[in-house]
């Protein structure tokens, strides 16, 4: 190994070394950075919440005997809660191979008409009359959105006539104020539909917008002008339980969300949906950066035990494509520097910033914490510590009137990927005078590296070689915007994650003054803020694009703040209450376009899979003079079109069949001329039956069907609609849906 020279440190008293606990390396290296920071949430209810990954043959009777609770399962990786006086126990179980902690640092945080006729769902709500079977609403579809700011009674969330409310279930996370849903054992499940629509959430107004977006009816906007993708779909929210959910929360808010209760939600949503016998899409508008960002965290693997078969996750790919916060160097025996900067800091008297940095597989890398002033001086430094020491250490340096605290937790093999991770949590109370800068060494080792600013804010960070008159231009790597698709909702392999661009760059507010900023973005352009790929494993990354710019929709008329008039679009009264649409921007208003559209998709074909959604998406994207040529690290495979997207979904009706006899065929699919049935080889003496969408068999026939032979419908004989093809002798079936243009 290249040894970094080891330099003196000032003022340095080192608190802790290692703890002994965490040595074994079953913790996350962000979890043992918070117990070594104080930084372990135990909730309202006194409990804590974790991701396991469990070992081949491990049981759960394990867990029952120390009092640990299982809340859901994905495969291998189990959401649990437990007493903190449990974490001993729970750290030395056999089998309880890998663990994450839900903690205080690096926040998961919120990614925050023309719309519609920019992704053309507006021709899918209109299908008759551009080409389709039906006009698709979403209907018998599960809309499932995690989130938190409901407004449950906003009108936009009852039936186009404001009739009805479409919210069928309602869990609350984050109040003990009734019994949580079966099988989990925290929060309040609410299913009365009247109790629904007065459990609104305090928590700003993020959900109301995202939701509406994605299955909003517009009831009471002029001409339902401001419905959603999916306006007849049924609804689920969810309001996350973050992991501060002592504190309240706010649009600035620190939301601090455990990715186990995230998962929780998902298990939640697909099992109602599986309950009532629809698909369900899930829409997640949220992120952070702790992780390898390469598809292997815990959150991740998870996702892709949960999604599949009508069971579909929809992502914002994230709000960085303007901040370099991300590190790359590949080390050739050489040693490298870079200021670690949290955007905000401007507005605060000291600075913190969490960064979490990754190595490549089978090397190993070494990093230095240096403290320095204006003048480029070193107020104090960490040794260089390696990521081999498997350990976590604590630093603090008091110096004149102002004081600086390192953390490091360094883990030379994650059991995630073998790569080598070292997490730095860094503060001081000296915004004007000081810096942090990260000094990184290795032979050989492939360096990435996310800085998410405060572990405690909802700040962003960066990296840079020169701040002001500090200018290390020479000497130090400035960060960049790539690779910033986000943990959460962007890295899954499972998941469709989205980057947005402008449909608008400017409207008419509520007030009559127009805002405009085409200065800024032109439409049609991709929106500055949307994050870019790849994945570290090379994947393209978002998937599609979608419109994230003022993009109207419902908020919540509990949390409306006099600045926000100048966003707000609209006021309507629906029973005796006003109620507000404003216009808000960010991937997370992308994300539920595309989750809408996946609605629309399942209404057309529930036997979609995750797989097929994306392919389907990711092939019926478009590209214009903005995109370029597609697939690109910007705007993936392209600006999602969801009237061809639903088109390809009819296509694929029938494919996922439950056929016990193989080599049903039918073609065209959708048809408007002839269409042709291609029987089984070994199906003897079969009947064919075609039985339209409510139930009526218009065709019940054995003549004409021959083993491996073709059985022509002519052309005229079916009236325009979907129908359901059987075929079957007695002993063995196959299925086949069909749509006649």
Not at 158 to 163: E, I, K, L, Q, V
Not at 394 to 413: G, T
């Amino acid at each position: 190994m290249y040894l970094c020279m080891k330099s003196l440190y000032i003022c340095c008293v080192l608190l802790l070394s290692s703890i002994n606990l965490y040595a074994q390396g079953v913790l996350s290296n962000a979890s043992k950075l918070a117990a070594g920071s104080g930084d372990l949430i135990v909730d309202r209810d006194g409990l804590m919440h974790a991701l396991i990954r469990t070992e081949p043959g491990f049981s759960d009777s394990l867990f029952f005997s120390h009092g640990i609770v299982v809340n859901s399962k994905f495969g291998n990786i189990w959401s649990v809660q437990f007493p903190p006086e449990k974490l001993t126990a729970l750290a030395g179980i056999p089998g309880a191979g890998y663990i994450e902690l839900a903690t205080r640092s690096n926040a998961t945080r919120l990614k925050n008409d023309l719309e519609r006729q920019s992704t053309k769902a507006d021709k899918v709500q209109n299908g008759t009359q551009n080409g389709l079977p039906l006009d698709y609403s979403g209907k018998d579809v599960v809309v499932g959105i995690v989130d938190i700011g409901f407004q449950c009674d906003h009108p936009t969330f009852f039936t186009s006539d404001g009739a009805r409310t479409r919210i069928r279930r309602y869990w609350l996370q984050n109040t003990s104020a009734g019994l949580p849903p079966s099988g989990f054992s925290y929060g309040t499940e609410i299913r009365d539909t009247t109790i629904i629509q007065i459990a609104n959430d305090m928590d700003g107004s993020h959900g109301t917008h995202v939701a509406g977006i994605a299955a909003g009816s517009g009831f009471s906007s002029p001409g339902l002008q401001y419905r959603g993708v999916a306006p007849g779909a049924d609804l689920v929210f969810v309001s996350i339980k973050y992991s501060n959910d002592t504190l309240g929360g706010s649009a600035l808010g620190d939301y601090l969300v455990a990715n186990s209760t995230i998962l929780d939600a998902f298990s939640y949503i697909f099992n109602y949906a599986a309950s009532v016998g629809k698909p369900a899409v899930i829409n997640l508008s949220w992120g952070m950066h702790t992780g390898p960002h390469d598809g292997t965290s815990l959150f991740d693997k998870a996702v892709e035990n949960l999604t599949g078969q009508g069971r579909i996750i929809v992502g914002a790919n994230g709000n960085e494509g303007e901040n370099p916060m991300h590190f790359y160097h590949k080390f050739s025996q050489d040693t490298v520097g870079t200021i670690m900067i949290e955007n905000g800091r401007q507005f605060r008297k000291g600075e913190n910033v969490y960064a979490d940095f990754w190595g490549s597989a089978g090397t190993n890398f070494s990093m230095q914490i240096q403290i320095i002033d204006t003048n480029k001086n070193v107020m104090a430094e960490t040794p260089f510590i390696s990521s081999l020491s498997d350990l976590s250490y604590n630093y603090s340096f008091p110096f004149d009137s102002s004081l600086a605290k390192v953390s490091i937790v360094c883990e030379s093999k994650s059991p995630l990927n073998d790569k080598p991770n070292i997490t730095v949590n860094a503060s001081h109370n000296n915004q004007q005078r000081l810096l942090i800068v990260a000094r990184l060494c290795s032979d050989t080792s492939e360096v990435h590296g996310w800085n998410s600013g405060s572990a405690r804010q909802w700040t962003q960070g960066s990296f840079r070689n020169k701040v002001n008159q500090v200018n290390y231009e020479n000497k130090f790597i400035a960060g960049n915007s790539d690779y910033t698709a986000g943990e959460n909702g962007g890295t899954s392999k499972a998941i469709v994650s989205v980057g947005a661009y402008a449909a608008r760059s400017a409207y008419l507010n509520v007030r009559g003054k127009w805002v405009n900023d085409s200065g800024y973005v032109t439409p049609g352009n991709l929106a500055p803020f949307s994050s870019r790929g790849p994945t570290v494993d090379g994947r393209i990354k978002p998937d599609v694009t979608a419109p994230g710019y003022h993009v109207p929709s419902s908020i919540n008329n509990r949390q409306v703040a006099s600045w926000m008039m100048n966003e707000t679009l609209l006021k309507t009264v629906f029973r005796n209450d006003t109620n507000y649409w404003a216009a808000f921007n960010g991937t997370s208003m992308a994300s539920p376009h595309v989750a809408g559209i996946v609605a629309l998709m399942l209404e057309a074909n529930p036997s979609l899979d995750a797989a097929q959604v994306k392919q389907i998406l990711t092939t019926t994207a478009v590209s214009d003079q903005f995109t370029g040529t597609v697939p690109n690290m910007r705007y993936g495979y392209g600006k999602v079109d969801a009237l061809a997207a639903v088109a390809k979904a009819i296509q694929f009706a029938g494919i996922n069949s439950n056929f016990t006899e193989q080599g049903l065929n039918v073609y065209p699919n959708p048809a408007g001329s002839d269409c042709h049935i291609t029987l089984p080889d070994r199906l003897d003496n079969p009947r064919l039956r075609i039985i339209s969408i409510d139930g009526r068999a218009v065709l019940d026939t054995r003549a004409g069907l021959q083993p491996s032979g073709t059985y022509v419908i002519n052309n005229g004989v079916l009236a325009p609609g979907m129908y359901i093809i059987r075929l079957d002798n007695g002993k063995r079936q196959s299925i086949a849906k069909f749509i006649k243009l």
